[in-house]
């Protein structure tokens, strides 16, 4: 080991670096702050054993457990406009870089694209792994590259937007966890403004802004009063946003629901897939409010679990599985979870 060598914490405290703000440990942590320190990692013990996990915010996981191995925390910072053209600019953030201070900065630099992205908790690195997305946009939508540290060669890569194969709420790194760590993004962003207005909310919410006209900002604006005003807000009440995915389902079996449910929201998507609203089918379960101790789920919005103070990581995960199985029970749909869940058995749950 050399002084370049990252420092070891074992074991590390997690109570808070998750927004659920549940008591977890690592056995062990460290922190990356620099482009060399993963030149340098296999000559950790802790490293070399374990399972390994790169974290960021910690705004979309949840402690069942304590995590049995080595958290890497990714502090890698700068933002740099890479190149511009009179239409577009190339901009690449770093991954421990906060996600939402740098939506603000590449709309500071005369940049559109990501404002619908605005206020999404968490670090720039851990955007592509669940291709995060809001108000009709994903980063897919502008993603150019990402360069990665890939575990198996020990070395940098560089990963075209095709090679992330995102989906909804998917990529390739979701898929295969053990093998990269995101070290930056390369975002593709317009000089001249394209504004997605597509989903309704944003539009009624600038027209009660009284902005028939909006700017990149005013979007960024319009979203961040959207989610304050819908989403319960981690720094009051421990929560990791929506804890399902949307379930998407074959034509057939949204007819077979929509004959006794009329009014079920029903999403038609390209492929001819039928999406569906969980948090509409949570409600109808009668889920929305719900408390046991202080695991609940938010009386805000019916997709969001919230620990009202001192619930543990177990408590809200059991929580998690009732409602799935009474979602179950009543539609047979099998929700999903959409934050990674670490169990006790360290077991990463992809059910
Ligand atoms: C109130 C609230 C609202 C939210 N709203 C949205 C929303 O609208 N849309 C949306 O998509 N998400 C939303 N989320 C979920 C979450 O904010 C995003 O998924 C975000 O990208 C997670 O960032 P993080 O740094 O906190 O990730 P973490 O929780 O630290 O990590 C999440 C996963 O990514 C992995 N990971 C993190 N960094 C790296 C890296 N550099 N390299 C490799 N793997 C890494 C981790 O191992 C883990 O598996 C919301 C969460 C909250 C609490």
Redesign the pocket.
């Known amino acids: 080991m050399t002084a370049d060598t990252p420092k070891v914490v074992s074991p590390a405290s997690l109570d808070q670096a998750n927004?659920f703000g549940v008591s977890a440990q690592a056995a062990a942590a460290l922190q990356v702050s620099r482009r060399d320190h993963f030149y340098h990692l296999h000559e950790l013990p802790e490293y070399r054993s374990g399972p390994v996990?790169?974290?960021?915010?910690?705004?979309?996981?949840l402690f069942a457990g304590d995590y049995p191995g080595l958290v890497i925390f990714?502090r890698l910072a700068g933002r740099q406009v890479l190149d511009a053209t009179d239409k577009h600019a190339y901009v690449r953030l770093q991954?421990g870089e906060n996600?939402h201070e740098s939506v603000l900065w590449t709309l500071q630099q005369g940049l559109a694209g990501l404002e619908n992205l605005s206020l999404?908790?968490?670090?720039v690195?851990?955007?592509p792994?669940?291709n995060?997305?809001?108000y009709g946009v994903e980063l897919a939508d502008v993603l150019d590259q990402v360069e990665v540290w890939d575990r198996q060669r020990q070395d940098w890569r560089m990963l075209n937007n095709k090679a992330c194969a995102f989906g909804y709420?998917d990529s390739i790194?979701k898929r295969d966890?053990e093998r990269?760590?995101?070290v930056n993004i390369t975002v593709k962003l317009r000089v001249k403004p394209k504004l997605n207005l597509r989903y309704h909310g944003l539009r009624d919410e600038l027209n009660a802004m009284g902005l028939s006209n909006p700017t990149p900002l005013d979007v960024s604006r319009a979203v961040c009063t959207i989610r304050r005003r819908k989403?319960?807000d981690?720094a009051r009440i421990g929560?990791?946003?929506?804890f399902f995915k949307n379930p998407v389902v074959s034509p057939e079996q949204a007819a077979r629901i929509g004959a006794d449910y009329p009014q079920m929201p029903c999403f038609g998507q390209a492929d001819g897939a039928i999406k569906l609203s969980a948090a509409w089918l949570i409600e109808q379960c009668g889920w929305k409010g719900y408390r046991d101790g202080d695991a609940g789920v938010s009386e805000r919005h019916a997709l969001v679990l919230v620990n009202h103070g001192c619930a543990s990581g177990a408590s809200l995960w059991d929580l998690a599985q009732r409602i799935r199985s009474s979602i179950h029970e009543r539609f047979d749909i099998r929700l999903q979870p959409e934050p990674?869940v670490i169990l006790p058995a360290a077991k990463t749950d992809t059910p």
């Open positions: 927004s996990m790169m974290l960021g915010g910690g705004s979309n996981i990714n991954a996600w999404i908790p968490g670090a690195g851990a955007a792994i669940q995060v997305g809001a709420r790194f966890p990269y760590f995101v989403l319960p981690p929560n990791a946003g929506s990674v």
